[in-house]
């Protein structure tokens, strides 16, 4: 009798009853259309269709993926279009960046002097900083932090040496070739670097910074430290340069040049497997055939549409500073290594994504409490009511008194196309605590306005934006004080001016 009961629950075609987990019908009804199987075997034209999706898949992947690698790269390419090539050269914005450079959510409001290292040519080189710099970055070719500068640094805003050794080498190559206590030293494990130097405004002006770089920065190959070469300044301020990554096709190539110029080891096999899979390999030529163009060609679009609904549509709640509140957490993710829970939740890859779309640079000191050091910020880019803002709109936001921040708190207004500075009459759209004379209300706080039109008698608190434009704010904190970290001092809300 259970022999007969057993045949009797058989599933057609086989000896026992298989569950309906593990079949696959004879057509399946996705996002990508009916596909047909025949008891189990896609036909020709479902695994057509299925491999298109995963190539288009790991296109998009790639995209979120290798994000800081892109931002990277733009940032190299632009530099090296604006003559910045040998190790003793520097961009210095001596009058402030304006919004004549494209330089994702840059500053009007500190002194930039930005230079790329060529580790692989130059070998171990030399960064020398002078004292009394503001917060300053290295970062690799994955925009992961090498070592910080200024307060936050080793020095502590001292000044100092710093020498950033090539992948492969170590410290202990160095022991007894080089005089002890002389250089702090930092791998790093790419061959490019980015070094940004940060300047404070001294008296409202730059000069005191401008001044302070071209003295006392070099940089130079350590087998020319007996005989370092001059420094080479080249100028940022007012010129029209790119360092944007692309949002299109050649966001993949920008992505191979990184890949293939750098050591293997310099990202994990997990990363460079997904590269492969979409024809970015190093040591191999990135040559997609016409149906894999056409696929990136897509994938490219949905990776730049995706970042962009990342940022805007944030979907982590914990990100936003506080309860009822717009302002999200400036270092999204509060990881400078894309750790969800710290690490229990591993690679927050849509923090990631969507930070190094927006932004450039990445360093614990941006998340770490360093009360009077550092930086802190704060993305301001949806009205009181969670809208993106409208250049065509005026609005309000009130800044309370006793702002908590040492050297200065400002605000500046970006372009929802380039994140870069919005382009407006106002070449610096922006407004420094320290440096702008701004009305001040009873209670000592400002009112900082937003729109086409100055409001009558409040020009002096106006930020220009562009009537059919969108924009979003940063709000920056240097030297941020323990109201800041508890909350106790709050910005208030960007508020539609009726």
């Known amino acids: 009798m259970t022999g007969i009961a057993v045949a009797q629950d058989a599933t057609p075609g086989f000896n026992t009853k298989i569950p309906e987990s593990v079949l696959t019908p004879d057509t399946v009804d996705t996002r990508i259309g009916t596909l047909k199987f025949f008891d189990g075997i896609p036909d020709a034209e479902a695994a057509k269709a299925l491999f298109a999706n995963l190539d288009l898949n790991r296109g998009l992947q790639a995209i979120l993926n290798g994000m800081p690698a892109a931002n990277f790269e733009a940032g190299r390419r632009g530099h090296m279009a604006l003559g910045q090539?040998?190790?003793?050269?520097?961009?210095?914005?001596?009058?402030?960046?304006?919004?004549?450079?494209?330089?994702?959510?840059?500053?009007?409001?500190?002194?930039y002097l930005t230079s790329f290292l060529n580790l692989e040519r130059d070998g171990p080189t030399v960064v020398e900083i002078p004292g009394g710099t503001g917060p300053g970055i290295m970062i690799d070719s994955f925009s992961r932090n090498v070592v910080d500068m200024g307060p936050p640094?080793?020095?502590?805003?001292?000044?100092?040496?710093?020498?950033?050794?090539?992948?492969?080498?170590?410290?202990?190559?160095?022991?007894?070739?080089?005089?002890?206590?002389?250089?702090?030293?930092?791998?790093?494990?790419?061959?490019?670097?980015?070094v940004l130097l940060r300047g404070f405004l001294k008296d409202g002006k730059p000069d005191y910074s401008s001044e302070l770089f071209r003295k006392g920065v070099k940089i130079y190959p350590l087998s020319a430290a007996a005989n370092p070469p001059a420094m080479d300044f080249i100028k940022g301020t007012g010129t029209e340069?790119?360092?944007?990554?692309?949002?299109?096709?050649?966001?993949?190539?920008?992505?191979?040049?990184?890949?293939?110029?750098?050591?293997?080891?310099?990202?994990?096999?997990?990363?460079?497997?997904?590269?492969?899979?979409?024809?970015?390999?190093?040591?191999?030529?990135?040559?997609?055939?016409?149906?894999?163009?056409?696929?990136?060609?897509?994938?490219?679009?949905?990776?730049?549409?995706?970042?962009?609904?990342?940022?805007?549509?944030?979907?982590?709640?914990?990100?936003?500073?506080?309860?009822?509140?717009?302002?999200?957490?400036?270092?999204?993710g509060n990881s400078h290594e894309y750790l969800k829970d710290q690490g229990l939740g591993g690679r927050d890859i849509d923090a990631r994504a969507q930070y190094f779309y927006m932004a450039t640079f990445n360093s614990p000191a941006m998340v770490w409490k360093l009360i009077g050091k550092g930086s802190q910020y704060a993305w301001g880019y949806l009205d009181e009511n969670g809208d993106y803002l409208d250049g065509g709109k005026s609005y309000k936001l009130n800044l309370p008194g006793d702002a908590p921040a040492e050297k200065f708190m400002s605000i500046v207004v970006y372009d929802s196309q380039t994140r870069s500075m919005l382009q407006t009459g106002q070449p610096y759209p922006n407004k420094n605590n320290k440096r702008d004379k701004m009305l001040i209300n009873d209670d000592g706080s400002i009112d900082i306005y937003f729109g086409p039109e100055a409001p009558e008698g409040k020009e002096a608190n106006w930020i220009q934006t562009v009537p059919n434009k969108g924009w979003f704010c940063l709000l920056r904190l240097y030297s941020p004080t323990e109201a800041w970290f508890d909350k106790t001092w709050r910005p208030g809300e960007i508020e539609i001016v009726e």
């Open 85 to 111: 090539k040998e190790a003793n050269q520097a961009i210095i914005f001596d009058g402030l960046m304006d919004s004549s450079s494209l330089f994702l959510t840059g500053n009007a409001g500190t002194v």
């Open 153 to 194: 640094g080793p020095h502590h805003g001292k000044g100092g040496k710093f020498l950033i050794l090539p992948p492969g080498y170590e410290k202990a190559d160095f022991d007894g070739l080089i005089p002890q206590g002389v250089y702090t030293i930092a791998e790093s494990r790419s061959y490019a670097v980015w």
């Open 241 to 332: 340069f790119n360092t944007v990554h692309s949002a299109n096709y050649e966001f993949f190539e920008e992505l191979h040049a990184v890949i293939d110029r750098e050591p293997l080891e310099f990202l994990d096999p997990e990363l460079r497997g997904l590269f492969s899979t979409i024809g970015i390999q190093k040591g191999e030529p990135f040559a997609p055939d016409e149906r894999m163009k056409k696929l990136l060609t897509q994938a490219a679009k949905l990776g730049n549409a995706t970042t962009r609904a990342l940022f805007w549509y944030e979907r982590n709640q914990d990100e936003f500073l506080y309860k009822d509140s717009y302002w999200k957490r400036g270092m999204i």
